[in-house]
Nanobody, 115 residues
Framework: QVHLVESGGGLVQAGGSLRLSCAAS????????GGWYRQAPGKQRELVAS???????KYADSVKGRFTISRDNAKNTVYLQMNSLKPGDTAHYYC?????????WGQGTQVTVSS
């Protein structure tokens, strides 16, 4: 059974940085496409960043220039480097990974940015 395990969330001051990790286990197949969503209380879920098997990336306008998504195929892991964090980035962050034809989700990790 495939599991996605996230780590790296926490509390940080505005202007600080965090790196989220999303590691896939339980599959002999690698991550095809992967990425991160976030959802803040009272707000809609937002796609933050995604990366394809070929390394193409997409970002929400609100994080362009501050966040960087990357992947390590050998470790079956997707990362989200978040710099210049703002209070508006406060949310629960969920990773997803497409493995073969199935989309898997992590349990989520909280990111809180204080002003």
């Amino acid at each position: 059974q495939v599991h996605l395990v996230e780590s790296g969330g926490g509390l940080v001051q505005a202007g600080g940085s965090l790196r989220l990790s999303c590691a896939a286990s339980g599959s002999i197949f690698g991550i095809n496409a992967g990425g991160w969503y976030r959802q803040a209380p009272g707000k809609q879920r937002e796609l933050v960043a995604s990366i394809t098997s070929g390394g193409s990336t997409k970002y929400a306008d609100s994080v362009k220039g501050r966040f960087t998504i990357s992947r390590d195929n050998a470790k079956n892991t997707v990362y989200l480097q978040m710099n210049s964090l703002k209070p508006g980035d406060t949310a629960h962050y969920y990773c997803f990974a497409l493995i073969l034809a199935t989309n898997y989700w992590g349990q989520g990790t909280q990111v809180t940015v204080s002003s």
